[in-house]
């Protein structure tokens, strides 16, 4: 492919992207293809002799288009936003288009310090501790990672090296602290850094508390353990519950423990004032997360992380050599939403879902179990095999995407707004789908 056809292909790619944006309402928000679909579809080996752009334009629409689940559908309900803006998806595009990188051997200067900006403009938008910025005087600063499993997972080899150089202690002794609540990654990086990680239970609102986490510390200390990191969670994942990093911070503190935030969704809250209430206790963390790819309005992937001393952890705080410019289109975004469209859209969305309550409130016959940020968990009255029978009714229908979760060992409906296209008509759309499915 030359330049000239780069042009073509490229200028009929963007149009093809805002044809699916202007349409993607129409759409069946999740795909009807079989497991397998694509295996005949397409021939077992690549073409010997390239195909034109044109060829593959419209194998697109005939191979791949059918299987795919629209995120961005105004249905989709499901899980947590994958973020995506106009801003977002140009700035990808860019970065793939300079195609540079950046490694610790050879950092590009454009790319290294744009993202230590932005990350500073991060911090300052979520009222994020001082001693995070890259700018200050000490040795915080905070960088751009995959994904919030990963940062989840750097945070806790850093916590572990940290305890190990200062007490010598024996690996297999470690041993760290989550809720049952956190997210399944959490889990997944104590098999991976070999740290034991305690589960521990919640409250009633789904949230650690300081209580029970000293409990499990002491406990430990007494079998002759050695607590290495807490990995708290700001907005979970099942019900957006928030720990009590209040309690838990000075905990961390008086037992020298690395205290991780993990603030995936809800941390792009924080850029709205009157949600930062829930992030008390905050200025105890070593490291903190939010995924600006979530709910940032900034395209997967971009993972937001600081440390509070980021000098001493440079051998922890990143798994691959080469560095994408992420940077980029997290710039584009910040640049043409400003801070005060990023919070126009957080608060529209969280008012969409307290309207979606309301809808569910007003009907006798549901009950709301948990409601927070963009997220309600709602269920019919009664036995769950009533929820279970609604909720195979919707998956069999396709019209609106929501997933089961557990709550309280009750099943739940989560409902979640995640696409910027959602407006007031779709919850109500969704509202009469979920309403004329019970029996
Ligand atoms: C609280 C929390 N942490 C971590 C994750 C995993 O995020 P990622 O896909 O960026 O690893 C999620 C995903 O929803 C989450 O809700």
New binding site residues.
């Given amino acids: 492919m030359n330049c000239a056809e780069f042009r073509k292909f490229g200028k009929e790619i963007i149009d093809y992207i805002a044809d699916y944006c202007d349409t993607i309402r129409q759409r069946q928000v999740v795909s009807s293809v079989e497991p397998g679909y694509l295996k005949n579809l397409l021939p077992a080996e690549a073409p010997e002799a390239g195909d034109s752009w044109p060829q593959v334009l419209q194998d697109l629409n005939r191979v791949i288009a059918p299987g795919l689940t629209h995120w961005h559908s105004p249905n989709f309900h499901a899980?947590?936003p994958t973020a995506n803006s106009y801003p977002g998806i140009v700035g990808e595009l860019l970065s793939a288009g300079l195609g540079i990188i950046s490694t610790d051997q050879f950092p590009n200067p454009a790319c290294v310090e744009l993202e230590r900006k932005m990350m500073d403009w991060l911090a300052k938008i979520l009222d994020l501790p001082k001693e995070f910025m890259n700018s200050s005087d000490g040795p915080g600063g905070g960088f751009i990672q995959n994904?919030?499993?990963?940062s989840?997972l750097v945070a806790l080899l850093a916590a572990k090296n940290r305890i190990i150089l200062e007490t010598g202690v024996e690996e297999g002794n470690l041993v760290a602290y989550t809720s049952e609540q956190?997210?399944s990654?959490?889990e997944k990086a104590g098999l991976l850094a070999s740290v034991t990680m305690r589960l521990l239970r919640t409250d009633e609102k789904g949230q650690l508390r300081g209580e029970v986490l000293k409990e499990a510390i002491n406990e430990d200390i007494r079998m002759g353990l050695t607590p290495c990191c807490v990995i708290a969670?700001l907005?979970?994942?099942g019900t957006c519950s928030f720990d009590q990093l209040d309690e838990i911070g000075p905990i961390c503190q008086q037992f020298k423990i690395w205290l991780h935030v993990?603030?995936?969704?809800a941390g792009s809250a924080f850029a709205c004032p009157e949600y930062r209430h829930l992030m008390k206790g905050v200025e105890f963390a070593d490291s903190f997360n939010f995924?600006p790819?979530?709910w940032m309005l900034v395209n997967s992937d971009c993972?937001a992380m600081w440390f509070r001393d980021i000098q001493s952890n440079e051998l922890f705080i990143q798994i691959p050599d080469s560095r994408r410019f992420r940077a980029l289109k997290l710039w584009f975004v910040l640049r043409i939403y400003g801070v005060e469209g990023i919070r126009t859209h957080i608060r529209g969305q969280i008012a969409l879902a307290k309207f979606f309550q309301c809808l569910v409130e007003s009907d006798q016959r549901f009950e709301v179990c948990t409601a927070s940020m963009g997220l309600v968990c709602f269920r019919l009255k009664g036995e769950d095999g009533r929820t279970k029978e609604l909720l195979d009714r919707l998956a069999k229908r396709k019209n609106i995407f929501v997933m089961p979760y557990y709550y309280q060992s009750r099943l739940v409906i989560r409902f979640v707004i995640c696409s910027r296209f959602t407006e007031e008509k779709d919850v109500v759309f969704a509202w009469r789908e979920i309403k004329s499915q019970v029996e």
């Fill in positions: 899980y947590y994904a919030a499993s990963e989840t956190s997210n990654s959490v969670t907005g979970t994942t993990d603030a995936a969704y995924n790819h979530k993972s």
